[in-house]
């Protein structure tokens, strides 16, 4: 019987999904390129882009494989299929679960079937009956219980290298006078050039939109950096802006690499003795246990989660998002010129940067996370909404993460070499030169001193905040500065 297998944008990948059980001689291959999708936001150019090459090489690798793969542009995703479906007298529509709550209903509504999705390495159902048995969902719990059940870093039953985790290891400071790997230049074709031409862009070396670009980068990562993951995955540096990093989210949130592959290679490196444990432990906790439990705390917690706002926020978003010209913040300024520049930074300035500055600022979460998905290589709804609603703006009360991740311009200065050319100060939190983050740090926790006072893991901050002395010009210099950053001053 005929069949119509719909491969969306990020299900490419020859050995998963609904392409695990395809007949060559009788199955259509449907990939849909959605003007809905293409148009529908002010995306960053270089993402799209991504997205569009990506998967346009997929169907042509289909095709010399003799796959019959019918790739059409379309109003929107359901109307494309049923276009197909149309053509090949009403066969049916298959494909594996689809990665957001909003596919998921207008696939269901024209009557896709679905098969398990297995892009991940965890089923949704095992992790649901893991979040069920839990009072609170930490994330480490479900990681120790990952490495177990995948039998990874492992040694019998016990934690290879003795400790389920490195983390005090892994704190350090960006290193000074250091060299750092050249970064891998992924060459452009026929496709690439064609697509970019249609998006009038052009975009840089830095994203494969190939399987054999995606698995040189994770060749690459193995061999330059992974050794020195571990250490420096927290830091930030003026002179890198890539640090250790693996620059792999975006081949494995499109199919292009699967999670199995890139553990294989890293748990491959350090058996082989390439790698010491803080880094191979750091990078498999990042993969098998964040990666795993975000995509599971997003389909745990349902459609509605994306819609919390539990500390009320209603500022807009600050102009500095959209323009790193509306800010002499040089960390700030730094990230968003680095995003615009190529769609990523690491997690830190996403956690510690932005989100942080959200928070504190009382920007409202669902704009900041429209943003945020705009403008990321890598952002997909799975990914994104528990990263900012949950961990990043602490929008849902705590439900995720039982604190908020706030902090002063301390921090930022410890971990990263951007404050030495600031016209700011870190240290300080009144007065013209004080650090924005520091003075809105203490700003925000005297707004919900109220409501942190009940969460035992902020009162050592509340305790802090009541023995301030300077309270008053505090939050005198805090309305200055939220006014300066609505108007791209500060
Ligand atoms: C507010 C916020 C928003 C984020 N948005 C996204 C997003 O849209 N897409 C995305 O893939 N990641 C997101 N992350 C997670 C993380 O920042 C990126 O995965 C990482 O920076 C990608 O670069 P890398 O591949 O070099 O990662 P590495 O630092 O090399 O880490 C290896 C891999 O671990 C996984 N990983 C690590 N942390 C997380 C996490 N918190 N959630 C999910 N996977 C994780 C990624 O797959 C990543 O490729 C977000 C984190 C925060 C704090
Ligand atoms: S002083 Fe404050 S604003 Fe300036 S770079 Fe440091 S943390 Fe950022």
């Given at each position: 019987m005929q069949r119509i297998l719909y491969i969306p944008f990020d299900q490419l990948h020859r050995d998963y999904g609904v392409l695990k059980g395809a007949d060559k001689s009788t199955d259509v291959i449907a990939i849909i390129e959605s003007q809905a999708m293409v148009t529908g936001a002010n995306w960053h150019p270089e993402r799209l882009f991504f997205l569009i090459s990506s998967a346009r090489h997929f169907a042509k690798d289909l095709r010399d494989e003799g796959f019959t793969v019918d790739y059409r542009k379309a109003t929107n995703t359901p109307t494309g299929l049923q276009e197909i479906q149309k053509e090949h007298k009403g066969a049916p529509i298959i494909c594996a679960e689809q990665s957001s709550f909003r596919l998921t209903e207008k696939l269901t509504a024209i009557d896709a079937e679905f098969i398990p999705n297995d892009f991940f390495l965890t089923p949704r159902d095992l992790f649901a009956s893991w979040a069920d048995s839990q009072k609170s969902y930490l994330m480490e719990n479900f990681y120790r219980k990952q490495r177990v059940r995948l039998n990874i870093l492992m040694e019998g039953d016990q934690p290879a290298g003795g400790a389920w985790n490195f983390d005090k290891d892994n704190r350090l400071p960006p290193p000074k006078n250091y060299t750092w790997p050249a970064y891998l230049e992924h060459t452009r074709d026929e496709i690439d050039t064609e697509v970019a031409k249609e998006l009038k862009m052009s975009p840089t070396?830095?994203?494969?939109?190939?399987r054999k670009g995606a698995l040189a980068q994770l060749d690459y990562f193995i061999k330059h950096h992974f050794a020195h993951?571990?250490?420096?995955?927290d830091a930030m540096a003026l002179d890198s802006?890539?640090?250790?990093?693996?620059?792999?989210s975006p081949y494995m949130n499109n199919g292009l690499l699967h999670p199995a592959e890139v553990i294989k290679a890293a748990e491959k490196a350090f058996k082989a003795g390439k790698v010491p444990i803080e880094s191979a432990e750091a990078f498999v906790r990042q993969i098998i246990g964040w990666r795993e439990y975000v995509n599971g705390m997003y389909w745990f917690l349902?459609?509605?989660?994306?819609?919390?706002n539990q500390l009320q926020a209603t500022r807009k978003l600050l102009p500095l998002f959209e323009d790193p010209n509306k800010t002499q913040m040089n960390c700030i300024k730094s990230t968003v010129t680095d995003i615009n520049d190529r769609a990523w930074v690491h997690h830190i300035p996403r956690l510690m940067l932005l989100s942080n500055l959200a928070l504190v600022t009382g920007t409202n979460p669902q704009e900041f996370l429209e943003w945020m998905r705009r403008v990321f290589i890598d952002a997909t709804d799975w990914v994104m909404v528990p990263n900012v609603i949950?961990?990043?703006?602490?929008a849902d009360g705590g439900?995720?993460?039982?604190?908020?991740y706030a902090a002063g311009g301390a921090y930022i200065s410890r971990m990263s070499n951007y404050c030495k050319g600031c016209i700011y100060n870190p240290k300080l939190r009144t007065g013209d030169t004080a650090c924005p983050f520091t003075t809105l740090y203490w700003d925000f926790l005297d707004r919900h001193k109220e409501t942190f006072a009940k969460n035992h893991r902020m009162s050592k901050q509340v305790f802090g905040l009541n023995r301030l002395s300077d309270l008053p010009e505090l939050k005198e210099r805090a309305q200055e500065v939220l006014e300066g950053l609505e108007k791209g001053l500060i």
């Open positions: 070396t830095t994203w494969a939109t190939t993951f571990g250490p420096y995955e802006w890539s640090l250790h990093h693996s620059l792999l349902g459609p509605e989660y994306r819609n919390h949950g961990m990043g703006v602490h439900l995720m993460m039982t604190k908020p």
